[in-house]
């Protein structure tokens, strides 16, 4: 009798830890998602960079956005969601920094030839005014 009924708790344990074991499992792959949106801002984060003269202005900043956007498809390719969210998200901070130094870039060229224009225009009028 004390047999059947250790049997019967072996039994329910066992159960009870394929349920354990299951929920566990299905826990742990639905926390982890394909970062698609994080994916797409980094995209849009390296395109508006190039955009703006990253290339140009900020080679070296936009060279690893892109070789960490690179390497996040890759992961996400590899089903690796983590991996892939932290180079996205990485890559998302390079193109950033790529686009803000273009920018001042542009600004302070444009700032230094309105510089010119007036030091010419200066110029000008006090060869007028002679």
């Known amino acids: 009798m004390k047999t059947s009924t250790n049997n019967k708790t072996q039994t329910l344990i066992a159960k009870l830890g394929i349920v354990i074991g299951s929920a566990a499992l299905l826990a742990a792959c639905a926390g982890v998602q394909p970062p698609l949106e994080q994916m797409a801002t980094s995209k849009?984060?390296?395109?508006t960079a190039v955009s703006t003269g990253a290339n140009e202005f900020a080679p070296v900043q936009i060279k690893s956005a892109m070789e960490k956007m690179t390497r996040a498809e890759k992961a996400m390719s590899d089903?690796?969601?983590?991996?892939?969210?932290?180079?996205?998200?990485?890559?998302?901070v390079d193109?950033?920094?790529?686009t803000a130094m273009a920018r001042s870039a542009k600004?302070?060229?444009?700032?230094?030839?309105l510089q010119?224009?007036?030091?010419?225009l200066r110029q000008e009028l006090d060869r007028k005014s002679n």
């Not at 849009?44 to 395109?47: H, L």
């Not at 983590?82 to 990485?90: F, G, H, P, R, S």
């Not at 600004?107 to 030839?113: F, L, P």
């Open 44 to 47: 849009a984060a390296v395109d």
């Open 79 to 92: 089903e690796n969601y983590e991996a892939a969210k932290q180079q996205a998200e990485q890559a998302q």
């Open 95 to 98: 193109a950033q920094l790529a």
């Open 107 to 113: 600004a302070k060229k444009a700032a230094d030839a």
């Open 116 to 120: 010119e224009d007036s030091q010419i």
